[in-house]
């Protein structure tokens, strides 16, 4: 026979909750009868929490026994919390893993071998670019926290601004075959400067930040990610001017 849980949880015309579906699955997985009970209005909600005499729902009851919301299930269950706390790795490798994914696929779409040259352009090209969306998406998020390590925007905060519509140019610019002189200059000037600026903020003056390159509040740590980037566009330019 199965355990049974008791799941309380708001679902309004306005608003379903979602640590209540969370929870409502996460409960299912475990392999417990569910008795689902849903909170239709405000005032029913409002009621049960003052019943209860708790802050927030959903909650869950086993054996009688109220658990609490979802994070109280998931360490009921010994499980970790959802999301990341502290600095993380995890946009850059999404980034990048996709990125690369996304070269491969093109470059076995155009009948070239996958082990070309013209892979690893790809991929430069198109982690730029969308490590220029990241950033384009809150100017102001990502120059707050660029101008903290940056050498020139330190100088001329607008820089910080021009950045990632440079860096969308060059990564644009290499899939789109311009010309060298086009692109070459613009991704040799950005990643040369960030790439001095992060050897300096990181390895030099040891100082712990965290990295814009995905984006304005991000928990990237600055360091060996954000070098690998800038010297990605340093690398391309100059392959550029050799092909």
Known sequence: MKPTATLYRMVTPEHICPFGLKSRALLRRKGFALEDHKLSSREQTDAFKKQ?????????????????????????FGLSQEGSEGTSYTPVIAIFATCFLLALAEVWASGISLLSARTLEVFVALSMTVLAIQKLQDLTAFSNQFITYDLLSMRFVRYAYVYPFAEAYAGIGMLAGLSAWLVSPVALVIGSLGAISVIKAVYIDKRELK?????????????????????????????????
């Open 52 to 76: 209860h005499d708790v802050d927030t729902t959903p909650q869950t009851f086993i054996d009688g026994k109220r658990i609490g919301g979802y994070d109280d299930l998931r360490r009921y």
């Open 211 to 243: 990295c814009a390159c995905v984006g304005g509040n991000s928990n990237v740590p600055l360091g060996f990610i954000s070098l690998t980037e800038n010297l990605f566009m340093v690398g391309a330019a100059i392959w550029m001017w050799l092909k």
